[in-house]
């Protein structure tokens, strides 16, 4: 990988973490349900993003640097148990796309995108699987008490609930995906340009 392609990953990995961030920020309003949706929406959104750098870059390590960018960013801001989840992400993301060439396989983009969203909407579950409440609140003290970190294990550690977030994720990351595809071949891909000018 080139320079160059880093750089563009980069750029489109800043611009999915600030879509996911704000997407993020809005499902507040939904107060004590966001915790449900709270990826969602990001996960919806910035599949586009992810589709056109796969297809533009298609070198190995494209994905990772994705999410790994993410994570730096999330650690900066204090969010450093953030890194270890993005990474994860980022390798499972490779790994679904496998060989170089599936880079440009919007199928396998697809499955490479649902998977790595899918272990970024579960770091809430990770957290208090890993951190305990007790360790929760004391990594972040300024959006965590014991009572609210308690109400986030009742919601993580309870079946249904946790099939609820995982079929809204997966329902929202499979839309992406599709919204992602239609945006590529719409605006990005040059042979179904020239063939629709031709035809």
Not at 41 to 50: E, K, M, N, R, T
Not at 121 to 131: P, Q, S
Request: with cysteine.
């Amino acid at each position: 990988m080139k320079l160059k392609d880093i750089i563009v990953v980069s750029l489109l990995g800043v611009v999915g973490f600030v879509v996911s961030l704000l997407s993020g920020m809005i499902t507040q309003v939904f107060g004590t349900y966001g915790i449900f949706v709270h990826v969602s929406i990001g996960s919806l959104l910035c599949a586009p993003v992810y589709f056109v750098m796969c297809h533009k870059i298609a070198k190995r390590g494209t994905i990772f640097i994705y999410y790994l960018l993410s994570g730096i960013i999330y650690a900066v801001m204090g969010f450093i148990p953030m890194l270890p989840i993005m990474l994860v992400a980022g390798i499972l993301g490779e790994a679904c796309i496998g060989g170089k060439d599936n880079y440009i396989n919007n199928g396998r983009i697809a499955i490479s995108y649902v998977v790595s969203q899918v272990i970024y909407a579960l770091h809430g579950f990770f957290f208090i699987l890993f951190l305990g409440v007790e360790g929760l609140v004391k990594t972040f003290p300024n959006l965590f008490t014991v009572e609210k970190a308690q109400m986030v294990k009742g919601i993580f550690f309870n079946p249904k609930n946790m099939v609820i977030i995982l079929f809204i994720e997966l329902l929202a990351s499979i839309l992406g995906t599709l919204l992602g595809k239609y945006i590529y071949n719409k605006f990005f891909n040059k042979s179904i340009t020239r063939a629709g000018i031709l035809s």
